[in-house]
């Protein structure tokens, strides 16, 4: 199933990712004789991916997504719901097998490689734990890796501190691809190169995600790369998905008020939008303190008087998921 | 923000935490006459003691019960003012204490006052200028500071200052005010001479944080320069972590004034103290240890709450 | 004294300082040749100890008491007749070998200690943080003291000299938390960055991403401390020495050395002079190390 190729089962319906009712709840310690209080990072999220196919997630910082990707991931806390890939529910708690089927690429190419081990040494760590690959196959399976992410095979006897940022997140996706997972998460995994090495990383990783037949979660601040790339959008404000459908219906038509506020920041929608510049009026949101009802209520142009009070339960509209008292049952 | 009603509750916040730390520190002090091998009781009265002394002690400490329990008596006794009695000269721990406290006082408060005169300007005038020679002197001379044996400075002091010139005596206490001073200012110099370095370098570390912090600029920027500036801003801001650094190295300036009661012969608690734990003489080895180190837990309160009346920021947390 | 506990006052590892990296490179590497020189010396005549001493450093000769330097004694005699110069040689191979002890045997055990706490957080980290408090606010040196005083000195112990055990237990007891709060420090910034959370996603068993990932990663200021302490116990041991209650006679001891021969310091005062210059370049040579070392691992 691994190596299925072709775009052929882009959208196939063959199961990949699936996320129900997903919570992720923090304690937040507080200090002498206070009570510890709780941070809502992600509230109840459904998503699925296709095997095959992306899910581009945006929303502004902090509205949960690295903690969505976390729970995805394994690494992160799941406070209730549930994650599957494949139809096989995978909990916290994995065993080696299961945590091998959903992979991460991590932001920070500084910090997301051990500085102390040679990229030889890291990767068929992976493959031998895991008995991927045997004796000289454990090398060549290693440089092959390598080949696939577009570095040469000599790499293997270096450190990470030898490597430019691009050429150390490429190293970051062959680790993610040697655990040959069916899902692929990358959290905003080109938000700290430049934009030329941006455009070529993320091709990358489409061009696998087709090949391979991997669910890509591909987590983003730029609007811009999501909707050339993603088969699908996701929109996140406060730990809530707000809106999700098809990428073109959602940004040809926006139906969430927070996803039209977000495009409307974007003066030209395929114009690289710098982080954080979204024209949103109001306080910036506090996850330590998210409103009653509607999270958006308070920088909602629209709001209506039961926004402030009744939570919007998701609705499905043509395929796009909306949640926002706007867009009430059966419209 | 009530300033007050915080401080009340910093001060009675900062009270409870010394209680669990009280329990701690007797504690380890509780179990120096529990590490030592065979019969406690037997090693506190000495070898001429009969079986049946021994035993009437074992039973009076509670050696021949559980170890909380023994702690529980330890405690109680304690209470009472009762630390036992010394197994060489019989005479009671506490008139011990008693009598050998004076010399101790005299050298902690030389040893400190002087090192902090010396450390205190070192830490300004690095912090002003720094990356300096100054500075970089400071710094090495911080860490091969580190390394001074303080007896044998002491000794060494003797041999070639105070020997040669007769202004300081070699050894004791000395009579009177002007004796007991000219009997601390070598020791106090030996202990500052280690010391002072080492609290300047973190003095100068924690000046910078304050000079390089954003309220320094604003004073800058509204055109407060030179000493008025560091008057004002910086020696305020300082005083805080320069009284907590104080604090921490009581410790280790108590060790120095106890080695230095014995380079120069002064019978304080440091020296009897090295007395009884070189003869065995276990209480008094005891009650001693047990002096200096609630000294050092009533300094470090004592910093804490100075620190409540000199940096109003400090709250309870 | 540990290192790791007056770090807020010698503060070695200043972060503070506003420097260029190439500089504190080369400086780092000039304190490293200088300081290793030094430590590299003392460790060679602590190993050939036999080779370079001229004469028994426990022999005594009454005939020949409080000799001059010079002739056949380098630096003289004491005052049992006993060759000053071998007796200093001697003493090195002591110092060294319990000075390296009190710091290793502690580091391990708060190393093991501290890991643990910071990895797997529960019980064993809230006791890590609480002994730290105590430790700080406890005058350790003092209570090290009267511990000695109460164990007594007992007899020599496999490889370990007379009264040498006694000294490393009492280090160790209260050492290990110093380094076990060290280490938990850096298991807690560790574990935190990506390359470890990739480690736990690839789903590597917790002591292997421990052993393999976290650890490497955390040990850098432990191995500065480590070298910096070895000085420090050193010059601890020999204080308790000097004050008979660390390593007793008549093994050859810098501290001890000083306290037998200081009666005689008016007029011999080389007697006194040469075993504290011994404890203190050595020390030096150590810190040098330990500096050099921090530039250096700064660097990286
Ligand atoms: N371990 C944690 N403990 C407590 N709170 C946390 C923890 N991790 C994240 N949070 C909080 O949860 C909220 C969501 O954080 P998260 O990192 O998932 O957001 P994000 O959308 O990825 O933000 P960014 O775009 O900045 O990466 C934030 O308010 C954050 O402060
Ligand atoms: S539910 Fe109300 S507040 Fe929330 S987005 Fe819709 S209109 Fe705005
Ligand atoms: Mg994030």
Redesign the interface.
Known sequence: MLQTTGLGVKGSGVTGLEVRGLHVRYRVPA???RKPSYVDAVNGADLSVAAGSSLGVVGESGCGKSSLARAICGIGPITSGSVSVGGVELTRRRDRAAARRVQMVFQDPTSSLNPRRTIGSMLRELLTVHGLRTGAAVDRRAAELLELVGLPASALGDRPHAFSGGQRQRIGIARALALEPEVLMADEAVSALDVSTQAVVVDLLHTLRAELGLSLVFISHDLGVVRAVCDSVAVMYLGTIVEQGPTEMLFESPRHPYTRALLDAVPRIDVVRPPGSARLSGEPPSPLDVPTGCPFHPRCPVAVARCRTEQPVPVEIDGQTVSCHLWPHGS | MPATGSRYTFVW?RLLQSVP?LL??TF??F???K???GNPARTILGPKATSEQVSRLSHQLGYDRGVPTQYWRFLERLVHGDLGDSARTGNAVTSVIATHLAPTVWMVVASALLTSLVAVPLAWAAAAHR?SWLDHLLRTS???A????????G??L???VA?PTGWFPVSGFGDGVTGHLRSVVLPAISLSLGLAP??A??LR?AM??VLESDYVAAARAAGVRGWSLFRWYVVRNSLSPAVS?LA?????L??GV??LE?TFDINGLGSE??T???G?D?LV??G??LV??L???VV?LVADLLLVVIDPRVR?? | ?TAAL?D?????L?N??N?RRSAASGRGRAKLVVGGSLVAAFVLVAVFAGAIAPHDPLKQDLLHRLADPGGAHLLGTDALGRDVFSRLVYATRVDLRVGVLCAVVPMLVGTLVGATAGFYGGVADTLVTRLI??V????????F????????I?QAFLFLGPGELPVVIVFAAVGWIVYARLIRGEVLRVRELDYVQAARAAGLSRPRVLLRHVLPNAVNQTIVYVVLDV??AI?AM??LS????GIPAPVPEW?AM?AEN?PY??DQ?WL??T??LS??VL??G???VG?GLDDLLKQS
Request: charged content about 10%; hydrophobic content about 65%.
């Open positions: 200090g002498l004789g | 916040h730390l701690a520190v380890l002090v179990l120096i006459t590490v030592t091998p990356d911080s860490i091969f580190l390394y001074l044996p303080t007896f044998w400075v000794l060494v003797v041999r070639f020997l080492v609290v370098r973190s570390t910078i944080d650094l921490v190295q009581i410790g280790f108590l060790f106890v080695v014995v103290l090295v009884a734990a070189v065995k276990l080895t005891q001693i240890t200096f180190a000294a050092v837990v470090n309870a947390s | 004294m007056v807020p006052l010698i503060d070695p200043d503070s300082v420097e408090d105590l700080q606010s406890f005058p350790v040196l003092v209570f003291l009267a511990l000695l005083g109460a164990l007594g007992p000085g420090l010059l020999a204080t000097f004050l008979g209650l501290g000083i200081r310091f008016a005062w006194v002079v075993p504290g404890v203190s020390g030096v150590l810190a040098l500096d």
